[in-house]
C-alpha cells in the first residue's frame, strides 16, 4: 500500500468535497472512511484512477451519514449530485484548505492545530511537542475546533498570519526527519508568496529555503545527527541559499520586519558564514534580540542564550540560560553544551545523559548520548 500516495491524495479529496457543500467536519469524517476501505480494498484491485476512487468512496460516505442524522435530512437532495466514477479534476486545494481552516470563528492556535492535524497530516502528539503543551490538552483543543466547526460553511478564509504558522510548523516537523513535509511546506509557501505580496511570505520562504538548503549534511551516513558546527558546509545547496538571501533581502528592504525574516537573518548569517568559527555571532544576538521583542518566545529566548554564549562566552550564556524554566524543552541539552564550553565536563556529561532521557527521537536521544559517552571517556583519560 502506498501510503505517500493517500497522504498526497487526502488534502484534494477533502476540498472537492467541501466545495459540494459538506461540513469540514462531516468531509473530514468521510475521507477517512475512504481512507480505510482503500487500504482494505487496493492491494488486491488498484483503481486506475485512485483520486476519481477516492472521491466516489467519501462522498457516498458523507451521503450514507448524512440520511442516517435527521438534523440533516436536508442533505439528501445532494444525491443526484455524486460525481461519477473516473478522473477527478486536476486541483491542488491544499492552500486553500489551509486557509479555511484559519476560520474566524476559530482562534489562531486552534485553527493552527486542526489544519495540522486535517490538513498537514501530523499527529496530535507531534503538534502537541510543537506547542510545548501535554498531548491530551491538544487532544482537547482540536476536538473544540471541530466542534466549533461543525456545520459551518467554509466561505469565509482565515488571515495569512495563522496560515504562515500552519506552513512553519508543518516545515518544522518535516525538517527533523519525523514526517517528511519540509518539500511540501516549501511548495505551499512558494504558492502563497506568488499569490501575495507579503513580506512575511516572503521571510518564510527564505527562511524554509536557508534551513532545506542544509539538510543533506543534518545527518551521518549512519543517520546520526551532525550538528551545525561539524556540518561539511561543501554538501549546503549553495543555489537554494542564494535563493533565500535574495528574498530575504527584498523583503527586509521593505522595512516591515516580522518574526520570519528575522528568523531568516539568522539563518543567511549561519550560510554566509564560511566555516563555524567565522560566524558573526554578535549580529546573530542582535537579531535574536529582535526577536525576542517581536515574540517574547521561551524558545526563542533559548536558542539566544545559546548565540550570547558564542558571542561573550559559555558563562554569559549561562547566565541568560538561567533566566529560563528548565522545563523548556532543550534546555538541559543547552545547558549541557554551554558546560562543555565552559571547560565542566563532569557537569555536561551529566546533562548529556539527562537530557537524552528526556529526547522526543531516537536520532536525538542517540546524539547526546554520545556526547555524554564522549565526554565521560575524556575525563578518564585526563
Known amino acids: 500500500m502506498d501510503e505517500a500516495l493517500l497522504r498526497s491524495l487526502t488534502p484534494s479529496v477533502l476540498g472537492i468535497?467541501?466545495?459540494?457543500?459538506?461540513?469540514?467536519?462531516?468531509?473530514?469524517?468521510?475521507?477517512?472512511?475512504?481512507?480505510?476501505?482503500?487500504?482494505?480494498?487496493?492491494?488486491?484491485?488498484?483503481?486506475?484512477?485512485?483520486?476519481?476512487?477516492?472521491?466516489?468512496?467519501?462522498?457516498?460516505?458523507?451521503?450514507?451519514?448524512?440520511?442516517?442524522?435527521?438534523?440533516?435530512?436536508?442533505?439528501?437532495?445532494?444525491?443526484?449530485?455524486?460525481?461519477a466514477p473516473g478522473p477527478a479534476p486536476g486541483v491542488d486545494d491544499t492552500l486553500q484548505l489551509y486557509f479555511l481552516c484559519a476560520h474566524p470563528s476559530l482562534t489562531p492556535s486552534s485553527a493552527v492545530a486542526l489544519t495540522l492535524r486535517a490538513v498537514g497530516g501530523l499527529t496530535t502528539r507531534q503538534i502537541a511537542r510543537a506547542y510545548l503543551v501535554p498531548e491530551a490538552t491538544m487532544a482537547q483543543r482540536i476536538s473544540?475546533?471541530?466542534?466549533?466547526?461543525?456545520?459551518?460553511r467554509f466561505d469565509q478564509p482565515g488571515d495569512v498570519a495563522t496560515v504562515l504558522r500552519v506552513l512553519y510548523l508543518?516545515?518544522?516537523?518535516?525538517?527533523?526527519?519525523?514526517?517528511?513535509?519540509?518539500?511540501?511546506?516549501?511548495?505551499?509557501?512558494?504558492?502563497?508568496a506568488a499569490a501575495i505580496d507579503h513580506p512575511e511570505v516572503a521571510g518564510l520562504l527564505a527562511l524554509m529555503l536557508l534551513h532545506h538548503a542544509r539538510r543533506s549534511a543534518r545527518t551521518g551516513p549512519d543517520g546520526s545527527l551532525v550538528p551545525l558546527a561539524e556540518q561539511d558546509r561543501g554538501r549546503w545547496d549553495?543555489?537554494?541559499?542564494?535563493?533565500?538571501?535574495?528574498?530575504?533581502?527584498?523583503?527586509?528592504?521593505?522595512?516591515?520586519?516580522?518574526?520570519?525574516?528575522?528568523?531568516?537573518?539568522?539563518?543567511?548569517?549561519?550560510?554566509?558564514?564560511?566555516?563555524?568559527?567565522?560566524?558573526?555571532?554578535?549580529q546573530i544576538v542582535e537579531w535574536y534580540d529582535?526577536?525576542?521583542?517581536?515574540?517574547?518566545?521561551?524558545?526563542?529566548?533559548?536558542?539566544?542564550?545559546?548565540?550570547?554564549?558564542?558571542?561573550?562566552?559559555?558563562?554569559?550564556?549561562?547566565?541568560?540560560?538561567?533566566?529560563?524554566?528548565?522545563?523548556?524543552?532543550?534546555?538541559?541539552a543547552v545547558a549541557a553544551y554551554l558546560h562543555?564550553?565552559?571547560?565542566?565536563?563532569?557537569?555536561?556529561?551529566?546533562?548529556?545523559?539527562?537530557?537524552?532521557?528526556?529526547?522526543?527521537?531516537?536520532?536525538?536521544?542517540d546524539h547526546l548520548t554520545r556526547r555524554a559517552a564522549r565526554l565521560t571517556q575524556l575525563r578518564r583519560t585526563d
Open 238 to 282: 549553495t543555489g537554494m541559499i542564494a535563493e533565500g538571501v535574495a528574498i530575504l533581502q527584498s523583503a527586509l528592504a521593505r522595512d516591515r520586519l516580522g518574526e520570519f525574516q528575522a528568523q531568516a537573518a539568522i539563518a543567511a548569517l549561519h550560510a554566509d558564514a564560511p566555516s563555524a568559527g567565522e560566524t558573526d555571532w554578535v
Open 170 to 192: 508543518v516545515f518544522n516537523e518535516g525538517y527533523s526527519g519525523d514526517v517528511d513535509l519540509a518539500a511540501e511546506a516549501i511548495r505551499l509557501t512558494r504558492q502563497l
Open 290 to 332: 529582535e526577536l525576542v521583542r517581536l515574540t517574547d518566545s521561551p524558545v526563542v529566548r533559548l536558542n539566544r542564550a545559546v548565540a550570547v554564549g558564542e558571542a561573550d562566552g559559555p558563562r554569559a550564556g549561562l547566565a541568560a540560560l538561567a533566566e529560563l524554566d528548565e522545563a523548556l524543552p532543550r534546555h538541559t
Open 17 to 83: 468535497l467541501v466545495r459540494r457543500g459538506a461540513s469540514f467536519a462531516a468531509a473530514e469524517d468521510a475521507v477517512q472512511e475512504a481512507l480505510v476501505e482503500a487500504v482494505r480494498v487496493w492491494p488486491a484491485d488498484m483503481p486506475r484512477e485512485p483520486k476519481g476512487w477516492l472521491v466516489t468512496v467519501a462522498w457516498r460516505r458523507f451521503l450514507d451519514a448524512a440520511r442516517a442524522d435527521a438534523a440533516r435530512r436536508r442533505r439528501e437532495d445532494l444525491v443526484d449530485e455524486e460525481p
Open 144 to 152: 473544540r475546533a471541530k466542534r466549533t466547526v461543525s456545520g459551518v
Open 340 to 365: 562543555e564550553r565552559d571547560g565542566d565536563l563532569e557537569t555536561a556529561a551529566r546533562l548529556y545523559a539527562e537530557a537524552a532521557r528526556k529526547a522526543s527521537n531516537l536520532a536525538e536521544r
